[in-house]
């Protein structure tokens, strides 16, 4: 499928001129934000700030945040928007007025994101559009460095030594919530969700869209979006 990009409104980027940038990415589950945030972190002066990640970390050193949402990571099922705005909030507050930032995996419900516009109102929204047969592919490789979070997959970005991180050399893990049955849930939960927020920043006039099949081909539209707001 050949990569598509709606125009950009000069609205939205005069909007975003001498402002933070203050970004979110949303997509399906394994669309690719994860990968796309480490690209553009690599590019760009923004500090990534992934909820799956983050959740993960507490869950892998058992802390009592980790006890209280694994249940609901393992079962596919979206964590209270109350315990997430107060984690992101906390997040977001220890990086500054002026550092730039994108949020990933939050929000991920239109009370989050209402709660998120009065605390940290955001000026771009980057959305991945992918097949859903492309993401229950990609789920069945995926291995991730739970204290970093890299993510790789067999025959896209594969570790260099099977199994290990590449820049630690630790174990990498398959994620309990990637088996067919829970990945469909959280497709269906992102449809009933998450498909309202993404109108909810449509409406709003903030929302790009990227359409494609692999991160390789969305990339460079993608990058060259984001390079109108931050350098
Ligand atoms: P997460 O962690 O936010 P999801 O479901 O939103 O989970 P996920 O699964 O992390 O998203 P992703 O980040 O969109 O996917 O995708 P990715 O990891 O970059 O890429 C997927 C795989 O494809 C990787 O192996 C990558 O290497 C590969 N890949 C990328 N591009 C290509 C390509 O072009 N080709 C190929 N072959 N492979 C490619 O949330 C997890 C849970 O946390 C809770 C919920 O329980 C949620 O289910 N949670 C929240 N709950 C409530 N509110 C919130 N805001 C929450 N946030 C998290
Ligand atoms: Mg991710």
Known sequence: MMTSVTTVTSTSVRRAVGAAFR???????????????????????VKHISSGDILRRHIMQKTELGSEVKRYLDRGELVPDETMVALIGKEVESLGETTNWLLDGFPRTVAQ???????????????LVVPHPVILKRVEGRWVHLPSGRVYNIGFNAPKVPGKD??????????????????????????????????????????????????????????????????
Do not use: C
Not at 23 to 45: D, E, Q, Y
Not at 205 to 214: A, P, V, W
């Open 113 to 127: 994101a209402d709660r998120l516009q009065q605390l940290y109102p955001v000026n771009l929204v980057i959305n």
């Open 23 to 45: 970004a979110v990415i949303l997509g399906a589950p394994a669309s690719g934000k994860g990968t796309v945030s480490s690209r553009i972190v690599k590019n760009f002066n």
């Open 166 to 231: 590449d820049l630690t050399g630790e174990s990498l893990v398959q994620r309990p919530d990637d088996t067919p049955e829970v990945v469909g849930r959280r497709l269906k939960d992102y449809a009933k969700n998450t498909e309202p927020v993404i109108e909810y920043y449509k409406k709003s006039g903030i929302l790009q869209e990227f359409h494609g099949s692999t991160t390789d081909e969305m990339w460079p539209s993608i990058k060259d979006y984001v390079a109108q707001f931050v350098s």
